[in-house]
């Protein structure tokens, strides 16, 4: 199970971090995700980070503005937002599988139930 949290109102050029904590499952192996989906839209790669740490990805629209990370101690995921744009209001989710790193929602076994993040002009 995955249980995001942290979404909320904030304005434009705010900071927001969002929170997933994993139970029921081996946390330390699964490469973890972030999601997110627009009223309307599909639900799009934000940025993904390694079992260990070490690597991640992300989506080209919140490079250098988003960081991914995670503390395998207390089986969570992080995604630290800065610099928000209204653009980037979405319901996010976070999501996990194991062997590999993907960046298509589909590929992923587990998912959170998502956490509202908007973000005012």
């Known amino acids: 199970q995955l249980q995001a949290s942290g979404g909320g109102l904030v304005q434009a050029g705010g900071s927001l971090r969002l929170s997933c904590v994993a139970s029921?499952?081996?946390?330390?192996?699964?490469?973890m995700g972030w999601f997110r989906q627009a009223p309307g839209k599909e639900r799009d790669f934000v940025a993904a980070i390694s079992w260990s740490g070490g690597g991640a990805r992300y989506a080209d629209s919140v490079k250098g503005r988003f960081t991914i990370s995670r503390d395998n101690a207390k089986n969570t995921v992080y995604l630290q937002m800065n610099s928000l744009k209204p653009e980037d209001t979405a319901v996010y989710y976070c999501?996990?599988?194991?062997?590999?790193?993907?960046?298509?929602?589909?590929?992923?076994?587990?998912w959170g139930q998502g956490t509202l993040v908007t973000v005012s002009s």
């Open positions: 029921g499952l081996a946390f330390s192996t699964y490469y």
């Open positions: 999501a996990a599988r194991r062997n590999f790193m993907p960046t298509v929602a589909t590929e992923f076994d587990y």
